[in-house]
């Protein structure tokens, strides 16, 4: 648990991060999206978003952008997690959890490999 | 049922889908108590959707709409009610069950609220009140308070939910939500 004053301390810490990458503007970035649908947050997507907030953070990646969206519903294959890495196609994971969730994240956002297993088959 | 943070993103999906930019959340936990209202400035809902939403009809209900029906039951069957307005500009939506308070019936308002931060464009007000005190902040406000203007960022999100959590529990008494 974090107190203000350890945010305070992380942002002051970060600010210049930020500047130097708020500079950087052109720099392309990986745009995941989380499907928050009715039937999507009924299957687990809030905690699905959660970990990617927490482990994208934790690890310190940067160049990722995350957002939620109510219109990405794909029926028995909640949650879903859309991944847009620039300049490839958008990638479509079906059915994801806390687990797949950090996959996705070593193998494809950081690594650049698609995981093939949780896409729909 | 499901818990009343999961009820309420799912109230507020619902707008920032009918293109509002606006949202006031209001989250409120009284001795036997717990109430949340959200009014935005979407497209809002015809009266004649609005009156087949809530009918007994599957056919037309099948759909769209599920989530507040799941809600106005849950806040019904707790004693409670439930309402939905529509404003000159946008929706407002009460929902009001009587329970005793306790984490779990509440569940994780912190990762809603940052969630919902993650939408660009909008400005969101939140406020929790806990039996008379009051904890209150605007995205505008936050985007200071981080020192970051992009609160889409898994960082940012991380930071405002802490914020939030922090002080969530403080106003709780030291109950962990």
């Known amino acids: ?121 | 049922m499901k818990d009343i943070a999961l009820h309420l993103l799912e109230v507020c999906e619902n707008s920032i889908k009918a293109n509002s930019n606006s949202l006031f959340i209001s989250f409120e936990v009284f001795d036997r108590k717990i109430c949340f209202s959200v009014k935005d400035n979407g497209d809002g809902i015809d009266s004649k959707k609005l009156k087949s939403l809530f009918s007994n009809d599957l056919q037309t209900n099948k759909f769209s709409g599920r989530g507040l029906r799941l809600l106005k039951n849950d806040c019904e069957n707790s004693g409670g009610k439930f309402k939905i307005n529509l404003c000159d500009k946008g929706t407002c939506v009460n929902a009001e069950f009587i329970l005793d308070f306790s984490e779990k019936i509440i569940g994780d308002l912190p990762s809603v609220v940052s969630a919902l931060l993650t939408e660009e464009k909008l400005y969101l007000s939140f406020e929790y009140v806990f039996k008379g005190k009051v904890f209150s902040f605007n995205s505008t406000e936050l985007k200071k308070i981080l020192g970051e203007e992009k609160l889409y960022l898994p960082k940012a999100v991380f930071l405002a939910k802490n914020f939030i959590k922090e002080n969530i529990e403080k106003l709780n008494g030291g109950l962990a939500i």
């Open chain 1, 1 to 121: 648990m974090k107190t203000i004053a350890d945010i305070m301390a992380i942002r002051d810490k970060k600010r210049a991060e930020m500047i130097i990458r708020d500079n950087s503007e052109s720099i392309a970035e990986t745009r995941v999206v989380v499907g928050m649908a009715t039937c999507g947050i009924d299957a687990g997507a809030l905690s699905v978003f959660n970990t990617l907030v927490d482990e994208i953070s934790m690890r310190e990646i940067k160049g990722v952008r995350i957002s939620r969206s109510a219109n990405l519903n794909l029926a028995e294959n909640n949650p879903v997690v859309e991944v847009y890495a620039p300049g490839k196609e958008k990638v479509t994971y079906v059915k994801v959890d806390a687990e797949k969730v950090k996959k996705i994240i070593s193998d494809h956002i950081v690594g650049g490999n698609v995981v093939k297993e949780y896409l729909v088959k």
